[in-house]
């Protein structure tokens, strides 16, 4: 429960967690790791690695690897399918998509990659995954039934199976590089639905500002990547994404 502790107790006391995704599959694992330093400095709290193509095997590994010689806080897998196993993560977010229509990504990819995630004593946290219009990349792959922005109600009763399924959180996700962040209403009523259970959002949040309505709206932690990829000076953008979420 270690890295789960982490992050409820952040909530508890600054209000929003502030993750940034490496997708193994976008630099190299010495710049990977360069990118997790400056975002640390830039006060995130966690690194989540992970990626929906070609984010496996030892790609996976060494981009940990790197990322652990720069920075102590927590990494945590985001599994694109069973390859995104790794024994060097803290932690992964073992999740399900819920709104798929392939049941490899509800239940078969991760009856595959369990044993490993036993075999390695991986910390998981249980999360509902639920991919909203428009979906990007992930919502391809995962042949997701997208949920449309306009329809929160539809999130709110997927957020709520899977918190009845047992999920300790349930993540909103726009898809990587979305032209549109998750709508604030949704974003709402689902944190409403959820009480306790805490709410991830993602998915195109490239400023401060927009960082700022997601969690007013009642995200608990936002997760940003693209952002992360594109700026030069990564310790100022996470700057600006962390003070705009923090009490
Ligand atoms: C993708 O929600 C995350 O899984 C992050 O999205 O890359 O748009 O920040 P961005």
Redesign the pocket.
Known sequence: MQVEEYLNDIVKREGTVHLT?LDPASQSPEEAGEIALAAVEGGTDAIMVGGSTGAGGVLLDQTLLKIKEQTDKPTIL?PGNASGVSIHADAIFFMSLLNSRDVNFITTNQAMGAPLVYKYGLETLSMAYLIVEPG?T?GWVGDARLIPQNKPEIAVAYALAGKYLGMHYT?L??????DK?IDPKMIGMVKHALGDNKLI??????DGATAKMSAMAGADMI???????ETKDVRSKIEELVSAIKR
Do not use: H, K
């Not at 996700?173 to 979305?178: F, H, L, N």
């Not at 997760?223 to 990829?229: D, Q, R």
């Open positions: 995704l985001f990007g992930v993540y996700e726009a898809g990587s590089g979305a962040p959002v993602g998915g195109g949040i490239r997760v940003t990547g693209t952002i992360v990829e």
